[in-house]
């Protein structure tokens, strides 16, 4: 079985562009989740896409946005980048929604540097 | 709201030494949590989780985490670590009605020889 994959691997923007950042989920799982990890930090939870549709956000302005497509892939797009945006953005997979019983399968992630 | 709190930053420690990397979260009902290792440049890899039952949990890597409740406390723990056992560690809980994960801020385990 195919693990997640993330593109693109590493990305250099400026202040006020835009960005996409794609995510193949792991064969078999419908939920992606996105996270956010900046330097020196824990993972931050921006959302998760369940059939398709947003269930659950984090505190994540609405410049954060996503998508999730009928094979379960998923795209995080970031308008108007702040510096602060600079990270390791991470997307994550599961079969249902996260429980305990449904784990997490995380991509090796996209950094994005914002200058 | 739940959280997570890794007390120690860095862990520096000799190659086949005993290592234990501390974490605690706030209480809560039910608490599910989990042990994640990051090597550089990778993502995020489960090490062991802790759902319900036996409060000693073991996971790969010959890592072991136990779950105390009154002192509300996973702590991972190897007894004998290697070189390649070098990287980041966090733990985390599943947290809200949303199910998401919450982290701690991680804890760098150095193992030198």
């Known amino acids: 079985e195919t693990g997640v994959t993330q593109s693109p691997t590493h990305l250099i923007k400026t202040r006020g562009q835009q960005v996409t950042l794609r995510c193949s989920s792991q064969s078999g799982h419908n939920t992606v989740s996105w996270y956010q990890q900046a330097l020196g930090q824990g993972p931050q939870f921006i959302f998760q896409y369940y059939r398709e549709e947003e269930n659950g956000r984090g505190n994540f302005p609405p410049r954060f946005s996503g998508l999730q497509f009928p094979n379960y892939s998923s795209e995080l797009n970031v308008n108007a980048l702040e510096l602060d945006d600079s990270a390791l953005y991470l997307c994550a997979s599961s079969l249902g929604l996260v429980s305990g019983a449904n784990v997490l399968t995380f991509g090796a992630g996209s950094r994005l540097t914002v200058l | 709201a739940q959280s997570v709190t890794q007390l120690d930053s860095q862990v520096p420690v000799f190659e086949e030494a005993p290592v234990e990397l501390r974490c605690n979260y706030s209480?809560?009902?039910?608490?599910?949590l989990f042990w994640y290792v990051q090597y550089p440049n990778q993502g995020l890899q489960l090490l062991l989780k802790?759902?319900?039952?036996?409060?000693l949990v073991k996971g790969i890597n010959g890592f072991e985490a136990e779950f105390n409740k009154s002192q509300t406390s996973f702590h991972l723990r190897k007894p004998s670590v290697h070189i390649s056992d070098t990287a980041e560690y966090f733990c985390?809980?599943?947290?809200?009605?949303?199910?998401?994960?919450?982290f701690g801020k991680g804890t760098k385990l150095s193992v030198k020889p």
């Open positions: 802790y759902l319900s039952g036996s409060t």
């Open positions: 985390a809980v599943v947290g809200g009605s949303q199910g998401n994960l919450i």
């Open positions: 209480s809560s009902v039910s608490v599910y």
